[in-house]
């Protein structure tokens, strides 16, 4: 289950968005050739750049709380994060203006990666990826507009289903996800951050509460039904096909 798209377009060009989902794929094809031809010079590329808990809690290479945000480890880590960023960044840049939108995704990888450290301050892997500074925009989305509609696409192995539900549904689900694996996670190892999924969420979502009640709070909600205050996209119904199973 993942969203492939929401129902509300911005009103205004997010310019900021758009240069942040560049700049990812850009640092990522920078370095790409290191991951298939050159290990070790992979390795010593993570050790620069790429964050680790332990550093941080020593006070060594901070700045890896910044570039840590624009890295990825592979091409399936980068697609995802940038489809979320797609889905939910331009909304949040349309209410709070571009500077302050970029402000705030940075602040938020930043508190997320303190989930992570806060977990594990002396994990010496490294961290990288958008997802921690993303959540926080998802954090942010839901409570802006927690009754906007997100299409997700369901795969059953043999059909396909695409499904619109409210946000509030669809990000709860992934919150509640990330805390369950993060639990999981410290029993049984794992090598995803799911402490920094978590802490960039709650950040966004707290991060985001003054600006949400200088807009009246709960009438900011009424006024809209607690979505983007435009109207919704239309979209045809799903022309994706069912595949039947074989007898």
């Known amino acids: 289950m993942f969203p492939i798209r ?40 993570w050790d620069a750049w790429a964050m680790r808990p332990v550093e941080i809690s020593q006070g060594i290479d901070l700045h890896t709380l910044v570039t840590s945000m624009f890295l990825h480890g592979g091409w399936m880590h980068l697609a995802g994060n940038m489809l ?48 921690g500074a993303i959540a926080g925009v998802m954090g942010g989305y ?10 997700i696409i369901i795969i059953f192995i043999v059909f396909f289903k695409i499904f619109p539900i409210p946000a509030w549904v669809m990000l709860g689900l992934w919150m509640a996800f990330q805390l369950f694996n993060g639990i999981t996670a410290d ?33 900011f909600w009424q006024q809209t039904e607690g979505h983007p205050p435009h109207p919704d996209a239309k979209y045809s119904p799903s022309t994706i096909p069912v595949i039947p199973r074989r007898k």
Do not use: M
């Open 142 to 151: 839901l409570l802006l507009f927690p009754k906007a509609k997100v299409d």
């Open 187 to 219: 029993i049984a190892g794992g090598g995803v951050a799911y402490w920094a999924h978590a802490g960039g969420f709650i950040a966004g979502f707290v991060i985001l509460i003054p600006f949400w009640l200088r807009r009246g709070g709960q009438a």
């Open 6 to 45: 929401d129902h509300n377009p911005s009103e205004r060009t997010p310019y900021v968005t758009y240069a942040l989902l560049a700049a990812n794929i850009l640092i990522f094809l920078s370095y790409w050739p290191l991951q298939t031809n050159n290990p070790n010079d992979l390795g010593a590329f």
């Open 84 to 131: 979320f960023l797609y889905i939910f960044g331009d909304n949040l840049e349309d209410q709070l203006g571009h500077v302050p939108f970029l402000l705030f995704y940075l602040a938020c990888g930043v508190l997320a990666d303190f989930g992570q450290i806060l977990a594990d301050p002396n994990s010496p892997i490294p961290n990288v990826g958008a997802s």
